[in-house]
């Protein structure tokens, strides 16, 4: 295949240049051919070369300075691939910053991948340049420089002090998946929610409604809430997208966050159209104290849902709501027994009921165990 590069086509060396990149055991016997395929007139064989050479050049030193040399000419063609071969042997210097941060816009995917993996090595040597030329493209707000300078900045900012205020005060320039970006980014950087907090608000006013999904995934990632963020956390549960009621429902759920202030907005998740949802509220329903005055009703309809997930968190709920209303609970629980058709869930009901201090003709099975499958995403171990 050596052969192959000498040939008088151009479309021939360069397919064996790439080919060649896929054998490391021959490259003592490649390189040097490879490295005469740098001088080519045709700049699709020399990009084919740089990357091959990239993958093959490692340790040897004829090969990093002929990359180099190529890096470091501005009028060269090749010079953000090269740089970008550089950073994949571990060769990059920080005086190929500049043209890594123009490679990481390539579309190309090897060449912007390696050109943010050689950023990020840099970033220890060079945190300032880098985190200042990141920030400069987000505001510039440029894509695809915008998006992979987010991605950096994310990274770098985990070791490095980050000005997250000015990384904040980009949003408006950004759209899009970029916005949404920066959002997670702020959040990320911003343990002490310095920045956070107001872009959160500012991200849930925005016309496109996706941004709520973001804004309730910063919400999950919080620890105490703001009256505000707990305020946009209920709102969620009443939000026209249905991911967003369910990240909400999730938040409120699982980490019962604000559950008795939701407890009119659960009762209407109840009868929610997005069958993911419907089981979470009505299991949430039966946990809220002092319970609605509507429960009963409310769970004694769940226990003929079309959803098996949601008769299944009805029976959970009944057997929690039990301490206010105990014989009421049984009642509602041992009329399920009867029409219940699903057999595990059938099963099910006996262990609420053997709980409850009722024995039934079924032998019960562990109501957690059971609980976990008919109800995904709530854990039934707690009362």
Same mark, same amino acid.
């Given at each position: ?5 000498? =040939? &008088? ?15 490391? $055991? ?6 040097? !051919? $490879? ?71 390539? =579309?190309? !995917?090897? &060449?912007?991948? &390696? ?7 840099? *970033? ?9 030329? *990141?920030?400069?493209?987000v505001t510039e707000a440029k894509a695809p420089a915008a998006t992979n300078s987010l991605k950096l900045l994310r990274l770098v900012g985990r070791k490095h002090p980050m000005p997250v205020e000015r990384l904040a005060a980009a949003y408006d320039n950004l759209s899009g998946e970029d916005r949404k970006l920066l959002v997670e980014t702020v959040i990320a950087? =911003? !343990? ?6 107001? $872009? ?23 620890? =105490? ?59 949430? $329903? ?6 609605p005055v509507n429960t009963l009703s409310v769970l004694s309809a769940s226990l003929h849902d079309k959803s098996k997930d949601v008769r299944g968190a009805a029976v959970l709920s009944l057997r929690n709501f039990a301490k206010h209303k105990p014989q009421e609970s049984i009642d509602l629980l041992t009329s399920a027994l009867k029409t219940e058709e699903d ?41």
């Amino acid at each position: 295949m050596v052969h192959a590069l000498k =040939d &008088v086509d151009p479309h021939v060396r360069k397919n064996a240049a790439e080919s060649l990149s896929h054998y490391p $055991l021959g490259a003592h016997e490649s390189v040097p !051919p $490879l490295l005469e395929l740098l001088y080519d007139t045709h700049d699709e064989v020399r990009s084919a070369a740089i990357v091959s050479l990239a993958k093959l050049g490692r340790g040897s030193k004829d090969v990093e300075i002929a990359l180099r040399n190529i890096a470091d000419d501005p009028q060269d063609a090749e010079t953000l691939r090269a740089a970008a071969a550089l950073a994949h042997l571990g060769k990059a210097e920080e005086s190929v910053i500049p043209q890594l941060f123009a490679a990481m816009s390539v =579309d190309d !995917p090897w &060449v912007s991948d &390696v050109a943010m993996k050689g950023l990020i090595s840099l *970033s220890a040597k060079a945190p300032d340049q880098i985190t200042e030329r *990141s920030l400069a493209a987000v505001t510039e707000a440029k894509a695809p420089a915008a998006t992979n300078s987010l991605k950096l900045l994310r990274l770098v900012g985990r070791k490095h002090p980050m000005p997250v205020e000015r990384l904040a005060a980009a949003y408006d320039n950004l759209s899009g998946e970029d916005r949404k970006l920066l959002v997670e980014t702020v959040i990320a950087l =911003d !343990p002490q929610r310095k920045q956070s907090h107001a $872009l959160i608000l500012k991200a849930n006013e925005d016309p496109d409604p996706s941004m709520k999904i973001v804004v309730m995934a910063a919400l999950a990632q919080m620890g =105490d809430m703001t009256p505000e963020e707990k305020r946009l956390l209920l709102d969620g549960l009443s939000d026209p997208n249905a991911e967003v009621r369910l990240a909400a429902l999730k938040i409120v759920t699982e980490r019962r966050i604000a559950l008795n202030d939701a407890s009119e907005r659960l009762t209407a998740l109840t009868d929610d159209p997005d069958p993911r949802i419907r089981p979470l509220a009505v299991a949430a $329903l039966g946990s809220l104290t002092p319970p609605p005055v509507n429960t009963l009703s409310v769970l004694s309809a769940s226990l003929h849902d079309k959803s098996k997930d949601v008769r299944g968190a009805a029976v959970l709920s009944l057997r929690n709501f039990a301490k206010h209303k105990p014989q009421e609970s049984i009642d509602l629980l041992t009329s399920a027994l009867k029409t219940e058709e699903d057999v595990r869930l059938k099963e099910y009901i006996a262990e609420a009921l053997y709980g409850l201090g009722i024995k039934t003709h079924i032998t019960p099975v562990s109501a957690a165990q059971k609980g976990k499958e008919l109800v995904p995403g709530w854990d039934l171990t707690r009362d």
